[in-house]
């Protein structure tokens, strides 16, 4: 949410359908439509805990919202139609007896034609990770070590102050544009800024277009998924394929391409594979135990070979339609701008 340029937080309990839509108010003899949240992140992100709180018949109004990025409006004689162009994430608080053999809809207490809104559903489960606990349990206590060496620093820089006969607010200040500044020189990663400035101009592009191969992947694991044994019927609609679509798109537009290649697509079958494991090659609680790894390009070579196999694809033949197909697209787009070149001069 704080990458994002324009953001909304809600909460499912005590939410209403006006709440999250549009209510309307009546203001000096007038009557005025107030947005709700789905309309405040219009062009951004809409973040609802406790989705599982909103009560049944309000969630009937988030239907149209996330298939038609609309919402029609008929209230106090007004009649309007408000755009909900928004990405949302919503928590779902599970049954405490849910197993992971029994379908996902059990798990989250919703319907089916509401889940299959959703382009990516991650499970977290709670199961036991030594290694993975020891790291996270490292890293709470690492913040707070930190945190605590910063108002111990305050402190110091405060008594230093009063010593110099300054201002606290000068010397912290100083002190802090110093950091920034070291901060912004030797930082050990992407900063929050740089982050949403990449994420926000990534959102705004084009739609890439799609090759070949990656049309191929995801055609075959749309049936690999319609075909399963254990397949949910909830999740494995035609809105699968139009997530899958979705998905390879916007890893296509994460790594400024403008062709959804077969990296994006296959990138995209680990993404759902993560809730849905119908090929085996993620575990369910992948989304959780997941990390980066020192040698990206060696697994996403081992992850396209294992998509692949799992498919009964040959990659080599993939990746060489792929370079014809790209090349192809290439001289089109060369030949249509020297077309408009002629044409304008």
Known sequence: AKASHRSVMASGRGSSSAGLTVTAVKEDNTWVLEAGALMLADGGLCCIDEFDGIKEADRAVIHEAMEQQTVHVAKAGILATLSTRTTVIAAVNPK???????????????????????????????????????????????????????????????????????????????????????????????????????????????????TCSAELVLKHYYQALRQGEARSAARTTIRMLESLVRVAQAHARLRASHYVELVDAVAAVVIIESSTSCLGIMPLDGAIFSDFSPEPDREGEELQEAVASKLGLDLRELKIKEQSHVAMLLLEAEQRQLEQQSMEA
Not at 128 to 145: E, I, K, M, Y
């Open 96 to 210: 405490p007896s849910w197993r992971s053999s029994q379908p996902i809809t059990e798990a989250t207490k919703m319907s089916g034609p509401l889940l299959s809104r959703f382009d990516v559903v991650l499970l977290l489960l709670d199961t036991r990770h030594p290694a993975w606990d020891t790291r996270v349990s490292g890293c709470v206590l690492t913040n707070h070590q930190r945190g605590a060496r910063e108002l111990q620093n305050q402190l110091n820089q405060s008594s230093q102050a009063e010593g110099m006969g300054l201002e606290p607010s000068q010397s912290q200040g100083g002190a802090q544009d110093g950091g920034t500044a070291r901060e912004g020189g030797d930082a050990e990663g992407w900063t929050l800024p740089v982050l949403a400035a990449t994420w926000c101009g990534s959102a705004t592009a084009s739609s890439p277009a799609m």
